[in-house]
Nanobody, 116 residues
Framework: QVQLVESGGGLVQPGGSLRLSCAAS????????MGWYRQAPGKQREVVAI???????NYADYVKGRFTISRDNVKNTLTLQMNSLKPEDTAVYYC??????????WGQGTQVTVTS
């Protein structure tokens, strides 16, 4: 089992920045790929960015150049630095982990609201 706990969400004005963190615990040695997803009201959950254990990253087009994903395999944390935030970035952001046995885990989510 893997437990994921997000933190760092909040209210920010357009153009502002937020930094999300996800702390992993449990069977962390089994974690392979991690990622951030988001879900806005009335919409499906969508990928934001993913990162492999080796550090390879992939970003959704709508956040490229604005968001940066990183992970610390020693501290077992995942981070999402979000800059130049837009109102359309408003959503609940979820941390995700996939293990080497292809088990999927989700955090409880953290709310990000971008509004003036």
């Amino acid at each position: 089992q893997v437990q994921l706990v997000e933190s760092g969400g909040g209210l920010v004005q357009p153009g502002g920045s937020l930094r999300l963190s996800c702390a992993a615990s449990g069977s962390i040695f089994r974690i392979d790929t991690m990622g951030w997803y988001r879900q806005a009201p009335g919409k499906q959950r969508e990928v934001v960015a993913i990162i492999t254990r080796g550090g390879s990253t992939n970003y959704a087009d709508y956040v490229k150049g604005r968001f940066t994903i990183s992970r610390d395999n020693v501290k077992n944390t995942l981070t999402l630095q979000m800059n130049s935030l837009k109102p359309e970035d408003t959503a609940v952001y979820y941390c995700n982990a996939i293990t080497t046995s292809n088990s999927l885990y989700w955090g409880q989510g953290t709310q990000v609201t971008v509004t003036s």
